[in-house]
């Protein structure tokens, strides 16, 4: 069956630094891929997505990076700031599925000052 | 983001009730869905609606029903709680193309006691 999930559940990072969220989807046919931030009592927000046909998109202080032959997704931060404290996931979407998201069971990332 | 809302935000209830949680759009998508989200897990399908006439089961329907009253107005209910309903409630919306981004609501907190 499919499946989509994280490598870590915490991630501790000093302010400053580069910060390094893991996926593993399985999935071959999966097509999109989405990073969410959900911060405490709130939705998750939109990050940045990127399409299979990429291996790389960037976007403000983030990066996405996409292996499809190890089927592995990874978000970038950069100068990790302590309000990307919060729970990372990641989601995948393939048109087999309706265009339905899966969801993986997220990393919560700690930034100490 | 605003211009998903969720209500009630948050609700506490007894095994048995009929409850109902709404939500609302206003940014003109015409597919909606509603997702749940236990504690260290990701967020899983309920229900979702590509437009007003359009209804499909996710992977968890079961105990759930839902309405589409009209492209902005998506409701869940849940027909005779139970405890093992309690969980945050997210209702989500995007556009119709295959790589549209799902925006989520602020969430619901439901307790069933």
């Known amino acids: 069956g499919e499946s989509v999930g994280l490598h870590l559940p915490t991630l501790s990072v000093q302010e400053g630094d580069n910060s390094i969220i893991n996926c593993a989807y399985s999935?071959?046919?999966?097509?999109?891929f989405i990073w969410y931030k959900q911060e405490s009592g709130k939705g998750p927000q939109f990050i940045i997505d990127?399409?299979?046909?990429?291996d790389k998109r960037q976007g403000q202080r983030v990066t996405v990076l996409l292996n499809k032959t190890v089927k592995h997704l990874s978000l970038q931060i950069a100068a990790t700031q302590p309000g990307d404290s919060a729970v990372y996931f990641c989601?995948?979407?393939?048109?087999?599925?309706?265009?339905?998201?899966?969801f993986g069971q997220g990393t919560e990332l700690s930034v100490k000052p | 983001d605003a211009d998903v809302t969720q209500t009630p935000r948050n609700r506490i209830t007894k095994t048995g009730k009929r409850i109902m949680l709404e939500c609302s759009q206003t940014?003109?998508?015409?597919?909606m869905y509603w997702y749940r989200q236990d504690p260290g897990l990701g967020l899983r399908l309920i229900y979702y609606?590509?437009?007003?006439?359009?209804?499909n089961k996710g992977e968890i329907s079961d105990g759930y029903s839902v309405s589409r009253q009209a492209q902005a107005k998506f409701s869940l209910s849940l027909e005779s709680a139970i405890p093992n309903q309690t969980a945050l409630y997210f209702c989500?919306?995007?556009?119709?193309?295959?790589?549209?981004?799902?925006?989520f609501g602020p969430g619901t907190r439901l307790t069933v006691l």
């Open positions: 989500a919306t995007s556009g119709a193309r295959g790589y549209d981004t799902q925006y």
């Open positions: 990127i399409r299979s046909n990429m």
């Open positions: 989601a995948e979407k393939s048109g087999n599925q309706g265009g339905k998201l899966i």
């Open positions: 999935n071959s046919a999966s097509d999109y």
């Open positions: 609606s590509f437009d007003v006439k359009d209804i």
């Open positions: 940014k003109g998508h015409d597919r």
